[in-house]
């Protein structure tokens, strides 16, 4: 919140990937963003994201959509503000995420990801391997964040924030105006 407060989103069009229950683009909207797409994979997400839409008063300003980002992402609109909470760890393919997510965005772009530390790297080896014990077809990785900082210039933006802990990295990047 603190690097999109410093970036703006006051009357802006919110499209966030991996929305979950849409608690982060309800807060945008509630203090000032026009409208919100919230987009996830889990129908029980959306699900209660319409929900908690709706607990809100939000319900006219959010559209949700669920489904993999990559797969629908021809069919939705840019645009002001673009939000990936916790969502390149989701992708084994962080370039074409990040790429696609890019051309979606006219001013602002925020993303966490995973720091590229040893003991992050473990950390998502080993929910790796749960995953696989239980069965589940979902992995965990960890991306390089300095590719990841050079696609996201070299499209144009230049980065106004950054905040870290031990596991994320948190990162605002704004596009010049013209």
Not at 30 to 56: C, F, H, K, T, Y
Not at 95 to 120: E, F
């Amino acid at each position: 919140m603190e690097g999109l407060e410093q970036a703006g989103y006051s009357d802006a069009t919110i499209l966030e990937i991996g929305s979950g229950v849409g608690h982060l683009h309800q807060t945008l909207l509630e203090q000032g963003a026009a409208s919100a797409v919230g987009i996830d994979l889990a129908s029980r997400m959306i699900e209660e994201a319409r929900r908690w839409a709706g607990e809100r008063n939000l319900s006219n300003r959010t559209d949700y959509v669920q489904g993999d980002f990559m797969e629908i992402k021809d069919s939705l609109h840019d645009a002001d503000v673009t939000v990936l909470d916790k969502v390149v760890c989701c992708y084994p393919d962080a370039d074409g995420l990040v790429h696609a997510s890019l051309s979606k965005t006219g001013r602002v772009y925020a993303l966490t990801y995973p720091r590229d530390r040893w003991y992050v790297r473990l950390m998502m080896g080993l929910a790796a391997l749960m995953m696989i014990i239980i069965r589940s077809d979902f992995r965990p990785y960890v991306h390089a964040p300095e590719r990841i900082e050079n696609w996201i210039v070299e499209s144009g933006f230049n980065k106004l924030y950054q905040n870290n802990n031990l596991v994320w990295l948190t990162q605002v990047y704004v596009k010049p105006s013209i």
